[in-house]
């Protein structure tokens, strides 16, 4: 005799995919908030890194040249990124930006590649991946991008003072010919280093307390930190640390602006 056996083919039925599909859109609208504020966090870190990195090059820029700190700018020839835009004057060309020194590209192994503008001149890897506006303008040169870092980090250049610096590297006058302070200092003349902003992050290459409350978004405002952690900035002090600073604690602080109080 001989014995069948009746296999039945199981599968889903339409319920209980509508249940499976329902679990996994719960888990993955629990998961994506806390993956959001993990990237954001690990963002907020490695700007500060970057900042940390900026810190570590002005140690070695007081220690070369008589305690004096990176000049907000100088004017001088030759340093590699001279070319500028087609609009740009005989002044622009000579004027160059604290980004730009060469003791600082040195020190940062950044090199002299750019993209056709002295102002497009650092890699993404040395930008802050919150600056959105940085990061949505490159400008490319040998196949390369090439951003505005004055769009992701600034100097504070309030209380600044006239004077002259001539250094081995860069002859340079820290006033233009109409006398305009260029913002930098002896390390030894800044009152309470561990407290003063020297750089944080910013839509300009300048700060000033008088425009600390400016910043409504990454697009052009000026001369403004940028609270773009969690409406908060990374601020890198003069003695080298950096702290993620609430806006309410930058916003029009002369304890932390006023280098000489």
Known sequence: MTHRTNTRKT????IELLVVISIISLLISILLPALGKARKAANTLKCANQLKQFGV???????????????????TTNNGLTVSNTSSTPADELMIPWFNNTV????????????GSKWYSFRQQYV?????????DPKKGNGIEYYRI?????????????????????????EDTAGLKMGTYRL????????????????????????SDNYIGE???????????????????????????????VVY???????YE
């Open 150 to 174: 004055e769009r992701a980090y600034g100097q504070n250049i309030d209380t600044t003072k006239r004077g002259n610096l001539t250094n081995n590297t860069i002859p340079t006058s820290l």
């Open 57 to 75: 090059v002005e140690a070695i820029y007081n220690a070369e040249f008589n305690d004096w700190c990176l000049p907000n700018k100088i004017w």
């Open 104 to 115: 600082l590209r040195n020190g940062m192994n950044i090199g002299y590649g750019n993209g």
């Open 219 to 249: 697009y052009n405002a000026t001369n403004a930190v940028a609270y773009r952690h969690d409406k908060s900035a990374n601020v890198l002090h003069f003695d080298g640390h950096v702290l993620r600073k609430p806006r309410q604690d």
């Open 128 to 136: 802050c991946p919150e600056a959105s506006w940085c990061l949505s």
């Open 188 to 211: 030894t003349e800044v009152l309470k280093a561990s407290q003063k902003m020297r750089m944080a992050d910013a839509v300009a290459g300048n700060l000033t307390m008088f425009h």
């Open 11 to 14: 599968a889903f039925t339409l």
């Open 253 to 259: 602080n002369r304890d932390l602006f006023a280098v």
